[in-house]
């Protein structure tokens, strides 16, 4: 299994963003910052009708070693924050682009998503940042 | 590249995450700390712990020594094998390392001192151990260490090991060591399990390693050795306590012995004083009520006694919630609530005894 997905988008801030073809898109964190956080134990998220602002912070994620913010990859509004990740933060760890999806989100201009990452210039990042 | 333990191979092998600690290339675990942990609270593991120093120290004096070097006294060493728990203070009465000591025979005491402090322990040591003749101080690096730990941490070591040492092994009391063979077992531990921790030739490390994981002893990483030790209450060198703190404001007064009143040791007169004059500061327990992880170094505000600072904060697996040690002033008692700025928000924790579990079992 790859561990960037080709279809998803992602920030500089390792989050990834799928487009969902309603005009909402969907985040979470990558399988890297998973990883390099170790096990969750704790997710906050925005509730849904939040507005965030692109690059902001607008949650956290807290495993047993350390906590990190979550940052919004575009301006938009909450339509929908991932309510089973506060009983089960280890669903982060276990399924980060699938089951562990953090929120979903109304992206408030569209323009906005073209200036993600592709899955390649997100692998070169992360290859980047282990050296 | 660290320094690496005779198992760094095995490690990797088993799909260790490896990180730095204390200039060790350590596994801090293997896929999960969190499930790690729990394996060790309801069944066994083993951790290696080769990093840790062992030292031999041997001559004629070896007693005086100690009795000149610890806080603690080893005069309550009075049957062979038998191991103690001290502090090493510096003559302000800072604690330079915590350490066991075991009493092996009238000419040999064996030490296991902490990884990180290597250095400065061992100039210590051989510069107090000039002031008794005869004395040789020797770093046992040819040595490893594995400690197995859980409930079924002693049926697996007899099964993976061999049956014969069911009877040695078997008939230790807790905090103590036998040789047996090339092998030196002790029940001694850093989790609140029981089990063995098991120092043996570095050769035979690898090999030892296999024969207790095809016996069904999970590894396990520094990671979780982190959070169970914290469940049990045990003190975390440079975290909960180093040079700038005396183990009377470490939670570590039990293992100061001040009597007899005429036994000399390095630092003394400054636990005196600060016996006499009452401790300022003392570690407790504390509890976070709702949601979050409590962190190193947080600031613990406790209503109308002052200010104090968490010294080991993580999340017990165990317990599901947040749990520290925190360093906080004497006027604080235990069942208070205290304040903590959690990442710039005030979070309430309840202050308690520690230590948080033992056996598997919550103590709060």
Known sequence: MSTVPKDLKYTKSHEWVKLNGDGSVTVGITHHAQDLMGDMVFVDLPQAGTKITSGKECGVVESVKAASDVYAPVSGEIVEANAALADSPETVNKDCYGAGWMFRLKPANKTELDGLLDAKAYEALVASEKH | ?364
């Not at chain 2, 000419?107 to 151990?129: E, G």
């Not at chain 2, 049956?163 to 609140?192: D, M, N, Q, S, W």
């Not at chain 2, 006027?331 to 959690?342: E, S």
Request: charged share 25%; glycine share 10%.
């Open chain 2, 1 to 364: 590249m660290g320094n690496r333990t005779p198992l760094y191979d095995n490690h990797l092998k088993m799909g260790a995450k490896i990180v730095d600690f204390g200039g060790w290339d350590m596994p801090l675990h293997y896929g999960s700390q969190i499930e790690e942990h729990h394996k060790v609270r309801k069944d066994c593991g083993m951790f290696d712990v080769s990093h840790m120093n062992v030292v031999d120290v041997k001559g004629a004096k070896v007693r005086d020594f100690f009795r000149l070097l610890l806080a603690n006294n080893v005069d309550k060493l009075k049957t062979k094998g038998k191991a103690l728990y001290s502090c090493m203070l510096t003559a302000k009465g800072g604690v330079i390392d915590d350490l066991i000591v075991y009493y092996m025979d009238d000419q040999w005491f064996r030490v296991v001192m902490n990884a990180a402090t290597r250095d400065k322990d061992m100039a210590w040591v051989n510069s107090a151990a000039k002031e008794f003749g005869g004395l040789t101080v020797t770093p046992r690096n040819d040595l490893a260490m594995i400690a197995v730990q859980g409930p079924n941490a002693k049926e697996k070591v007899y099964q993976a090991l061999g049956e014969a040492l069911r009877a040695p092994a078997g008939a230790l009391k807790p905090f103590h060591a036998a040789t047996v063979g090339e092998l030196f077992i002790a029940t001694t531990g850093y989790t609140g399990e029981d089990g063995f921790e098991i120092i043996l030739p570095a050769k035979a490390a690898p090999f030892t390693w296999q024969m207790l994981h095809e016996a069904g002893v999970p590894p396990i990483g520094l990671g979780a050795r982190d959070t169970l030790r914290l469940e049990a209450g045990m003190n975390l060198y440079g975290s909960d306590m180093d040079e700038t703190t005396t183990p009377l404001e470490s939670g570590l007064a039990w293992t100061v012995a001040l009597e007899p009143s005429d036994r000399k040791f390095i630092g003394r007169e400054v636990l005196d004083r600060q016996k006499a004059q009452g401790v300022p500061r003392q570690l407790v327990g504390l509890v976070l009520e709702g949601k979050g992880v409590l962190r190193n170094h947080q600031k613990v505000i406790c209503n109308g006694a002052g200010e104090g600072e968490i010294t080991s904060g993580s999340f017990s697996p165990t317990l599901n919630q947040a749990i520290a040690l925190a360093r906080v002033p004497a006027a604080v008692k235990i069942g208070d609530r205290a304040t903590v700025d959690l990442r710039g928000k005030p979070a309430t924790v309840r202050v308690v005894k520690y230590p948080f579990v033992r056996h598997g079992k919550s103590c709060l």
